[in-house]
């Protein structure tokens, strides 16, 4: 065996991860992702071990519910064959470990920068030399976005070269948002610090990356969650998708020029949000989830709350659905623009709605579920198009779903356990590596920790689905008109913070 | 067409008819209030993981304070946070609650600059720079020009080009990858102009506070006109403190 097969949320003391030579390091991971449909890469990183790179790959089996973890010690200095050459999915992690160590890869496509992190292993590369493609041509032009943007939203660079006003191709330059998340989490030395930086690596994602902290945390504490933990975490995971994807439906709209839908889609979050507020005191939820503890308990009141909440939002939400699906001069937006196509979106790793809309299925609730997603029986939503009428009609059909599972949820809400009965949170075992997936709105969120000798944090890893799913954006509108850009941009809403760290 | 029509009417008024005096539902972290119990003090103090308590006397600084909770629920006898979310100001030691404090927060008159009300008392239009911002600020800043907080009424708007702008809004704690675009930002913007900060992370650096990625030199060049707190800042203190800095007092 030259790889370790764990659970999701499983702790596995790093020693029993089989260290194999990079050949075959090579060969393994990348054989199991081109042999199998099924199977993907979650995380792909390295760290310093010594004078020497020690590289972890976790490849995710979706059909049998396992990740495969092995690893690899390289030098520096060596010259390495790229995961890439075999399959593109690993293009962005191999850049990463690039960027940060200055791991030489022989025919690797392009070794472009990918957030410019503060302990980049090159500091001459910097933001304003990024080497972008160009194309020398008369007839070409090219046009630059950013980093600020027209509207009220995060910095990024995006450059386009266009034939008249066909966009030919968009690159996109991230790393504005970079705030070295990483490293602060091994420098923070108490829990309730690691906790508001989980929950600050993406604000609108503030709920999925604090589930993924806390379940590594507990994980490498061996901590069990009891039954109302899993329930707050589940509940305020789909209210959660519920809040955003009707936010989204609105910023689409917004940007088809369809009035009503953008004010009544952005009116519409308002009372899910307000519900998060009247639970935990915060609209996007911040401070409600914290490791070994239920901090806020979802009360019976709550409950009925929130059942209240659901009924006087499912008929407006309807009947401004069934009038944005049924406009001819909506849905000609919609239909044919931005597509990625299923080999596309396989190919690059998409994850999450994303790459459900493009008829991948893939969906962590359903493949790795943790808390109480085993019970709710998950089926993801799939559509084949891949264009944004996909990715919109996904959301509408995913805010029912989440509101289906909310009920069946709080028809029954747990007890909170009887505080004199809770077991305090032991410190991290020593040497123990954690990997963490979770199905955050936007798709698969991966932490990964590795503890040293003392049961200190040594090394932290995390994997917002931005990071795959930027590519897909910039495949999307390919061949489509400059002016259809922002609806493409809207229909993926992903994070510039996520993927910046 | 009468779809369209249907949908509004059922829609009705949606709007929060006078935003100074709206109620925020359910329990909210506004401005604190702190006792005068005696509690353990450096229990206290150590229980916030963004050193915004001091102690001797025990204060918060909202400039800091990631509304997090923590410290009210380990001691409701001493810290309570109240409902108010009227806690944005122009001085940052007014960010500061100390024990015993129970009067309002408010924007010291004084210290605004006097072309302020008269410019921009009708009419501000601002451009908003994201500077490592988490997307919660930049969030709730959409959310104050949806149809319920319809900051837009009073005249106020985000603008896409800063030559359009009267001043900057920033939120995030300014990283160095971003510090360039925002020195660009500001100096395309027309006098005068002002600068707002919107969250925890823009007045202070919040959790980031003391990363080697971020750097904040861009605010010790300028002055700063509000100070809008919270994580991420609600809309209503977003709006009042916009309101309180650019109105004349009755």
Redesign the interface.
């Known amino acids: 065996m030259h790889y370790l097969t764990i659970k999701n949320n499983q702790s596995v003391p790093v020693s029993d991860i089989p260290e194999v030579s990079y050949n075959a390091f090579l060969v393994l991971n990348t054989g199991m992702v081109v042999e199998s449909p099924g199977r993907h890469c979650v995380n792909y990183f390295g760290y310093r071990d010594d004078e020497k790179i020690k590289l972890i790959c976790c490849i995710a089996g979706d059909l049998d519910h396992v990740i495969y973890i092995s690893s690899c010690l390289v030098d520096t200095h060596m010259e390495l064959a790229s995961f890439t050459a075999k399959n593109l999915c690993f293009e962005k992690f191999e850049r990463e470990i690039h960027e940060n160590f200055g791991l030489k890869y022989s025919d690797h496509p392009w070794l472009k920068p990918v957030r ?4 980049r292993f090159d500091k001459s590369q910097t ?2 030399n990024y080497p972008f493609y160009s194309i020398d041509s008369e007839e070409l032009h090219e046009v630059g976005v950013g ?2 943007h ?6 990024g660079h995006f450059r386009f070269i266009c034939n008249g006003e066909q966009i030919l191709h968009l690159e996109i330059q991230l ?6 998340i990483e ?2 989490i091994l420098e ?1 030395k ?1 829990l ?2 690691l ?3 989980a929950e ?5 994602t ?1 709920i999925g990356h604090s589930v993924a902290f806390a379940h590594v945390w507990e994980s490498l504490c061996g901590f069990e969650t009891s039954r109302d933990i899993d329930f707050t975490r589940t509940v305020a995971l789909e209210l959660e998708r519920i809040a955003i994807h009707t ?1 989204d439906l609105s910023a689409v709209c917004t940007d088809i020029a369809y009035q ?1 839908g953008s ?2 889609f ?2 519409l ?2 009372p899910i949000v ?2 998060m ?8 939820s ?2 409600l989830i914290r490791p070994g503890q239920n ?1 806020i308990p979802f009360t019976q009141d709550l409950a009925k709350r929130l059942s209240e909440v659901l009924d006087t939002f499912e008929p ?1 939400f309807t ?2 659905n069934k ?1 944005l699906f049924n406009m001819p001069s909506a849905l000609s937006r919609f239909e044919r623009t931005g597509v990625v196509s299923v080999e596309d979106a396989s190919a690059i790793g998409a994850v999450g709605m994303a790459a459900r809309a493009s008829g991948v299925t893939r969906d962590i609730r359903l493949s790795h579920p943790h808390s109480l997603y085993p019970e709710l029986n998950h089926e993801p939503i799939v559509k084949r198009h891949g264009d944004v009428y996909s990715r919109v009609a996904i959301r509408r059909k995913e805010v029912f779903q989440s509101m289906k599972y909310l009920r069946t949820l709080i028809a029954n809400v747990p007890e909170p356990s009887d505080s004199t009965n809770i077991k305090a949170l032991k410190s991290p075992g020593a040497g123990l590596l954690t990997i963490s997936l979770v199905e955050g709105w936007r798709g698969e969120i991966c932490h990964c920790a590795i503890t040293g000798s003392n049961g200190e944090l040594k090394h932290y890893k995390i994997k917002d689905p931005s990071f795959h799913n930027w590519m897909a954006l910039a495949l999307s509108v390919r061949n489509n008109e400059i002016s259809d850009f922002p609806i493409c941009n809207k229909s993926f809403n992903l ?3 996520g993927h ?1 760290l | 067409m009468f779809n369209n029509l249907s949908i509004l009417y059922h829609q009705g008024k949606q709007f929060i008819p006078d935003v100074t005096t709206a109620k925020v539902p359910g329990i909210f972290h506004g401005r604190p209030v702190i006792s005068m119990v005696k509690v353990d003090e450096i229990e206290l103090k150590e229980l916030c993981p963004v050193n915004a308590i001091s102690v001797n006397p025990v204060s918060i600084d909202l400039g800091k304070c990631t509304f997090c909770g923590e410290c009210a629920m380990r001691f409701p006898e001493k810290i309570s946070f109240t409902t108010d979310y009227k806690i944005s100001v122009n001085e940052r030691k007014s960010l500061i609650v100390k024990e015993g404090d129970e009067k309002q927060m408010t924007v010291n008159p004084d210290k605004v600059r006097k072309e302020l009300h008269s410019l921009f008392g009708r009419s501000l239009k601002l451009r908003q720079v994201s500077a490592g911002g988490d997307n919660s600020c930049e969030w709730e800043l959409n959310a104050s020009n949806n149809v319920q907080f319809d900051l837009g009424r009073f005249g106020i708007e985000f603008v896409a080009s800063p030559r359009h702008a009267d001043g900057i809004v920033i939120t995030g704690p300014i990283t160095e990858n971003m510090a360039e675009a925002l020195q660009i930002c500001y100096d395309a913007t027309p006098d005068p102009k002002i600068i707002v900060l919107v969250g925890t992370d823009a007045i202070s650096g919040g959790i980031f506070d003391g990363s080697p990625a971020i750097d904040r030199s861009f605010l010790d060049k300028y002055p700063i006109d509000l100070y809008i707190p919270g994580n991420p800042a609600h809309p209503l203190t977003i709006i009042n403190g916009l309101l309180d800095l650019t109105r004349k007092r009755k």
């Not at chain 1, 410019?116 to 302990?119: E, I, V």
């Not at chain 1, 790393?175 to 070295?180: A, D």
């Open positions: 410019y992190s503060h302990d933001m304003a980093p600020i027209a509207g009220v939203i995060e910095p790393g504005y948002q970079h705030r070295g490293k602060l923070k108490q309730n610090q906790a508001t930086l600050n690596i993406a604000g609108d503030a936010g009503l004010s009544v952005g009116r979050r308002t307000n519900f507020q009247e639970w935990c005191g915060n609209r996007l911040k401070g901090k407006d009947e401004m009038e994070s510039y913070s910046d």
